[in-house]
């Protein structure tokens, strides 16, 4: 198998630029994969390893990257119980850029969420989306089920 990197970019960049349009970003493609790494890497603090095994399976290399970028495999998950915990941890894998990122608004940064989960459902099996749902807490577990027909 041969590695194109030059085609996992261009993959990467035409995502990004999607994204950031679907997320009414303009092209700040920057704000971009910052809400989309902090997204995708809460999302594995909170999903048992296996879970994310089998989600990175069916990523695109470009999303892998992002996914698994900066990862240290934890025993202990932190504990999210509600939409609002896991808004937090999104923020705090967003760190200094948060405050703008997210507007000080949980409306805004559910949205983002939301939509990040629309446009990846795109690369993630039914199954899976229903594996991922069933491992979370039960106001994110909604979040998911909104999404899973898209």
């Not at 025993?75 to 405050?99: Q, T, W, Y």
């Not at 805004?108 to 099996?125: H, M, N, P």
Request: no cysteine; glycine share 6%.
């Amino acid at each position: 198998m041969a590695l194109n990197f030059n085609q996992y970019a261009a993959e990467g960049n035409a995502f990004l630029k999607n994204y950031a349009k679907e997320m009414n970003l303009g092209e700040n493609t920057d704000k971009g994969g910052r809400i989309l790494s902090s997204i995708l890497h809460a999302l594995r603090d909170i999903i048992p390893i296996e879970e994310s095994l089998q989600l990175i399976a069916q990523f695109p290399m470009f999303l892998k990257a992002v996914y698994v970028n900066g990862w240290s495999i934890k025993k202990e998950r932190p504990k999210i119980k509600k939409m609002a915990d896991f808004i937090d941890l999104v923020r705090k894998h967003d760190g200094v850029s948060a405050v703008n990122d997210f507007e000080y608004s949980d409306d805004v940064a559910e949205q983002y969420i939301d939509t990040t989960f629309i446009l990846l459902r795109k690369y993630i099996s039914l199954g899976e989306m229903e594996d991922i749902r069933d491992g979370l807490p039960k106001d994110l577990k909604t979040m998911i089920y909104s999404n899973i027909m898209f």
